[in-house]
């Protein structure tokens, strides 16, 4: 028996993924050249499936990177001269935070304290501006930053743009797109697929972000600046040779998504996070790590191991059940289960009950 | 009938690939947390594999991107800080020329007539070049710049760095380690491997240059920064989730070649693009692009078709032989065959045969 990874990603492949491998290979697609017409058709289905699964306007572009984590930076390089604003409260919004020093902008943040949620009144958002930053759901730790703050902050703050990371739950998160001019993630989360794909999704406002910050002479990157994918895109293509095969994938994943309806995958999400909160909410020692049930992930759930998480993800390890470890620094005193599309009820049912018998 | 794709790459796969696949959906390699034990032996195999393919020494680092292209980003942020020189023969050369550009260095060059080799004693280096760019194989128009020659240049320029994009010739090249500083490669073309993985090789000069870079202030990238990617690379890991799957490709892909070994698979390559250019010498109207048998690519054979590329193109593929047309704006002047380990000797005679009855 193969065994079931809840790990927070890569994580469980989606249950069609193989097959659609399989017929990838039988179609030669890994060798279809990148400017063919047969690839822009790829190009075309995984742009039009990200923006149906992520009910995003019509108009948002669609671009592919390698990484989420390349995404951050084109994020920054793209849609910042100098000041970003960040919502900080884990790993991955510090690394957002990291990765605009680096580019040599002059981020600004908020941090709260680890499980806590953002006192918005709190954030001192200067009128310089340019972009705001939030990290819908930290992997890290399994707390979210719901949409409605998001939407507030920007109705508060008109002038500056606003940038989301959904690497762990797109597709689903509600993502407001009037509040929101780009969003980011990668595949190998809620999408179930091999990692190696990142997606990021920007509207006209992010994109004449780009343009001035060229015209004024600042680096916007180079093959993957806005301007340029947005100049390969309107031919449904790539700057460089992308990872075909995914997104192939991304694209047949997204027609099954739809096929289910992502309002039932979300309900389905939400109903399976339930459950495991309501285990450890029952359990006496491996407490969920977020106290406040509003902001508590739906798609990567956090428990304590104060007894330390080694010898809980052994044993499930035994039974076929792969779970992840704390992030970094929490990596003994946590334990990280990844509640994806690819994990069905029955799966997490099995979970649970074998976390019962331990 | 499967076809066989001859295209410059993404090409034909190697042909244990598939299986190799099929294997790591069998071990659920896509699903292994890129943090884990068992990813670090991929990481491993694949950049020990790489170095020993490439002859490269022990201690040259080996890191993985999303793309050649973006090794040509990556080279360039973190060997100059203003002067690159680069040798420009073709459109991938000329990329990465306006790469150094678009991130506000000041490049210079030296261009060759299309189709022709350099002149070496007419460039024009100044004393402040940083670092000299070549590409070994320019993929668009099927010429090399011989690597005596990068040799050559290093000597006379013993304090510059020596870039060489290897794209689509390794590891079907013999990289002096001596006069080189970095070479990278994509995966989709002598490695026959899917698209969306790169891979840098540089070593401690390259390596300083990044260190001074960073702490002059000049910004070399965030996560894929050569000391980013080093520190994590110490750990057998990435700073991102990368595309872990085609990695383990790749390693298994350099067991195989190491089985076979590399001088007698860059033996088989000469001989089969000797067989193409005897063709194509030998033919009335199709001509090899590249007149000087010295510079003419082994890997990467393009030939001119004045009467238009496309009926050659389309007769072929009737017979499920897939070839490449000229590149951009060679599109119907010239085709190119790429000539990689994927395609053995039976496939080329069989292509060769089939062009003969047209």
Chains 1, 2 share one sequence.
């Not at 309107?234 to 309806?261: H, R, W």
Request: charged share 25%; net charge negative.
């Amino acid at each position: 028996m193969k065994p079931i990874f809840f790990t927070p990603g890569p994580s469980q492949l989606y249950p069609t993924v193989e097959n659609y491998i399989h017929d990838a290979l039988e179609k030669s697609i890994p060798s279809w050249p990148h400017r063919s017409e047969d690839f822009k058709g790829i190009f075309r289905d995984a742009a039009d499936g990200v923006r149906k699964v992520m009910d995003a306007p019509k108009e948002t572009h669609v671009f592919f990177l390698g990484s989420g984590t390349e995404a951050m930076e084109r994020t920054v390089q793209n849609m910042a001269e100098k000041r970003s604003f960040h919502f900080v409260n884990g790993s991955f919004s510090k690394r957002l935070f990291k990765t605009a020093s680096q580019l040599g902008k002059q981020p600004e943040k908020i941090e709260a304290s680890p499980g806590q949620p953002f006192d918005f009144s709190k954030a001192n958002i200067s009128n310089e501006t340019e972009l705001l930053c939030f990290t819908h759901n930290e992997t890290s730790v399994g707390i979210k930053t719901p949409m409605e703050g998001i939407s507030k902050i920007k109705k508060e703050h008109p002038h500056a743009l606003v940038a989301v990371d959904v690497v762990s739950s797109a597709p689903c998160v509600d993502v407001d797109w009037d509040a929101v001019d780009c969003a980011f993630f990668s595949v190998q989360k809620c999408f179930g697929l091999p990692a190696g794909l990142g997606v990021i999704m920007v509207n006209e406002s992010a994109m004449q972000k780009a343009k001035v910050l060229q015209e004024k002479g600042v680096s916007i990157g180079s093959f993957h600046s806005f301007l340029s994918m947005a100049e390969e895109e309107a031919k449904s293509q790539t700057p460089e040779t992308p990872n075909v095969l995914t997104m192939y994938l991304l694209g047949k994943v997204c027609e099954d998504f739809q096929k289910i309806g992502i309002d039932a995958i979300k309900k389905e999400t939400k109903e399976k996070a339930a459950l495991l909160y309501d285990y450890f909410d029952a359990h006496p020692v491996h407490k969920p790590f977020v106290d406040e049930a509003e902001v508590r992930s739906d798609t990567v759930i956090v428990a304590k191991t104060p007894q330390g998480s080694k010898p809980l993800i052994s044993k499930l390890k035994e039974k076929g059940l792969v779970i992840g470890a704390g992030y970094s620094d929490y990596k003994d005193s946590q334990i990280r289960i990844a509640n994806f599309p690819a994990h069905g009820m029955k799966d997490m049912k099995h979970l649970l009950d074998e976390m019962s018998k331990l």
